[in-house]
């Protein structure tokens, strides 16, 4: 068989899911062939490494298969319906049905499949088809490998997200009698490291393996816990007659975001999900890591991601252009503008690095330096500061802001100092285009909570009136470089 050599061609199913896009990009990391099924392969197309390969593909139609797994030695199944409807489970059936024939075909030496842990006949809709799954596909004689986890901790994760969701919008939650119920939360990282060596674990027959983080917790732990973390006072109530069809509705007027799969996902929790068979433990060498640090590792990573992120990039994506507040990217709060202006980039910039101080903010002077004094009022650093008269350099204060990334003729982002609920920044950026250059200006707030969103949307107007005409007054000082002070 093809998959008794453990470095052949892989191919990753769900590429452009949460794990499976996560798991390609580790993949080629290594240096492995890998080969990844989408449906929408443009999606895809412009991220992939040279020893990627995209090609197009539906486990929901079996004709497509066939050339996906040609050459191919080991298969990842990450496919899953949860959101697609009340026929969810009939759709990962057949999905399924198709991938398991299409496989055996192939001569594809081993399956490698995510499923959902949890035991008893009592199993939510959700688990009973995530372990259906599994069935199915060793049901094609091609060994398989089920690795059965419960909540993924990571930047980006549904379950993540959700507690994000509530913990940072409610300083009093009303909480049933499910958010007392046991799981055994796995950080994505040691997920994906599991999943990595499958790959080359030897094998001769089907296996499964119950896998976990160290702690056995509630939704209820996770939520104190990530409270704890970002330093937020959380007051939790329990009441014992929310159902999970009435939580479900309640999730969804809270985070409207989550209210499609709200209510599969409140039912897998109604119901432990720990791990009871600890093979894992000795079959593989990873040392799972317990939920504080798969919390404080999910926070770090999404900093780690937003950093290296174009934030005006998360701003054109958020669907519908810009509405009164800006955009959500993340927890964060993005409003992003651009002008353009018939000058080169370094005649464009130069207003950028001047700002601030004795040259001030280009529009509205009075409004930054009352704010100044306000901060000064409830023990902040005001505007005192003033800027440094030599060539800016990250880590130098300009009035209640400091340089956190400087390009000359490039970018200039500020971190703030003055006192808020939250964190906030404020970037520019110049960029050549055939006309001249394009100068974007953009704001981003982190909020600390209920106390930050209000802070954001109590002040967007004004700020929206103070940074349009800062805009406008760089772009206009930018045409005329010898009013420059």
């Given at each position: 068989m093809q998959g008794n050599n453990p470095h052949g061609p892989v191919l990753v199913t769900g590429a452009t899911g949460y794990v499976g896009g996560r798991l390609w990009r580790l993949l080629e990391g290594q240096g492995r062939p890998v080969r990844c099924l989408a449906r929408r392969p443009d999606q895809l197309m412009s991220r992939v490494g040279a020893t990627t390969e995209v090609?197009?593909?539906?486990?929901l139609q079996a004709d497509s298969l066939d050339a996906a797994l040609t050459g191919i030695a080991s298969a990842y199944y990450l496919v899953h319906s949860l959101g697609k409807g009340e026929d969810f489970a009939e759709q990962d059936r057949v999905g399924a049905q198709n991938f398991a024939r299409a496989t055996r075909r192939a001569g594809i030496g081993r399956i490698i499949y995510l499923g959902g842990l949890g035991h008893g006949d009592n199993l939510s809709p959700h688990l009973k088809s995530r372990q259906e799954v599994g069935e199915v596909l060793r049901e094609s004689g091609v060994p398989v490998i089920e690795l059965r986890?419960?909540?993924?901790?990571?930047?980006?994760?549904?379950?993540?997200?959700?507690?994000?969701?509530?913990?940072?919008?409610?300083?009093?939650?009303?909480?049933?009698?499910?958010v007392e119920v046991k799981a055994?939360?796995?950080?994505?990282?040691?997920?994906?490291?599991?999943?990595?060596?499958?790959?080359?674990?030897?094998?001769?027959t089907s296996r499964i393996f119950e896998i976990g983080g160290a702690d056995q917790v509630s939704y209820r732990d996770l939520m104190a816990e990530y409270a704890r973390q970002r330093g937020l006072r959380r007051v939790m109530l329990p009441v014992p007659l929310l159902t999970p069809k009435l939580s479900s509705l309640w999730l969804g007027l809270v985070a409207p975001l989550y209210a499609r799969v709200g209510r599969k996902l409140i039912e897998s929790i109604k119901t432990p999900t720990v791990v009871r068979e600890t093979s894992s433990l000795s079959i593989f060498s990873i040392k799972p890591r317990g939920m504080r640090e798969a919390i404080a590792a999910a926070i770090k990573n999404e900093e780690l991601q937003f950093a290296q992120s174009r934030w005006h990039d998360a701003f054109s994506s958020g669907g519908n252009g810009r509405n009164w507040a800006g955009v959500r990217f993340g927890s964060r709060l993005i409003d992003s503008r651009a002008c353009h202006v018939p000058v080169g980039v370094a005649q464009a910039f130069a207003p950028i690095c001047c700002i601030g101080g004795k040259n001030g903010w280009y529009a509205y002077d009075w409004l930054w330096r009352l704010r100044g004094f306000l901060d000064l009022l409830i023990g902040g650093v005001g505007a005192r500061r003033g800027r440094p008269d030599e060539e800016l350099q990250v880590g130098a204060a300009i009035d209640f802001w400091r340089v956190e990334a400087y390009e000359p003729d490039r970018l200039l982002r500020l971190a703030a100092e003055m006192k808020l609920p939250g964190r906030a920044w404020l970037e520019f950026e110049v960029v050549p285009n055939k006309y001249g250059t394009t100068i974007r200006q953009t704001t981003l707030f982190d909020p600390l909570g209920l106390t930050g969103l209000a802070y954001w949307y109590a002040t967007y107007p004004l700020h929206r009136l103070i940074f349009s005409g800062?805009?406008?007054?760089?772009?206009?000082?930018?045409?005329?470089?010898?009013?420059?002070?």
């Open positions: 090609v197009s593909g539906d486990v986890a419960s909540i993924v901790i990571g930047s980006g994760s549904l379950s993540f997200e959700m507690i994000r969701a509530l913990v940072e919008r409610l300083p009093l939650m009303i909480t049933p009698r499910w055994q939360p796995i950080a994505v990282d040691d997920l994906l490291a599991y999943l990595v060596a499958a790959l080359d674990l030897p094998l001769e800062m805009l406008k007054g760089i772009a206009c000082r930018a045409t005329q470089p010898n009013s420059l002070s």
